[in-house]
């Protein structure tokens, strides 16, 4: 098992920033990937943004530019620093660690932080 614990939402206004933080504990995997997924109203869950445990990033395309992942292994925490916010990235943020066993993802959740863009 794995859990994950999420910090660093909020109320912000347009072309402000946030820095959101994932500490994950329990039966860490050396070899994984941790990212960030976000749930606006009436919307599915879609990827953000995320990183290997080698370094390795994947951003939505909304974000480039803008959003910025990183992790420290030591602390098995993942951060992303989100700039330039806009309205549009109103959204529930969910912490994401997975790993490959096989040819299958396990994949754990945190339970959501909600960041709000507006004036």
């Known amino acids: 098992q794995v859990q994950l614990v999420e910090s660093g939402g909020g109320l912000v206004q347009p072309g402000g920033s946030l820095r959101l933080s994932c500490a994950a504990s329990?039966?860490?995997?050396?070899?994984?990937?941790m990212g960030w997924y976000r749930q606006a109203p009436g919307k599915q869950r879609e990827l953000v943004a995320d990183?290997?445990?080698?370094?390795?990033?994947n951003y939505e395309d909304s974000v480039k530019g803008r959003f910025t992942i990183s992790r420290d292994n030591a602390k098995n925490t993942v951060y992303l620093q989100m700039n330039s916010l806009k309205p549009e990235d109103t959204a529930v943020y969910y912490c994401?660690?997975?790993?490959?066993?096989?040819?299958?993802?396990?994949?754990?959740w945190g339970q959501g932080t909600q960041v709000t863009v507006s004036s």
């Open positions: 990183i290997s445990s080698g370094g390795q990033t």
């Open positions: 329990g039966n860490i995997k050396s070899s994984n990937t």
């Open positions: 994401n660690y997975k790993f490959l066993v096989g040819l299958s993802w396990y994949a754990y």
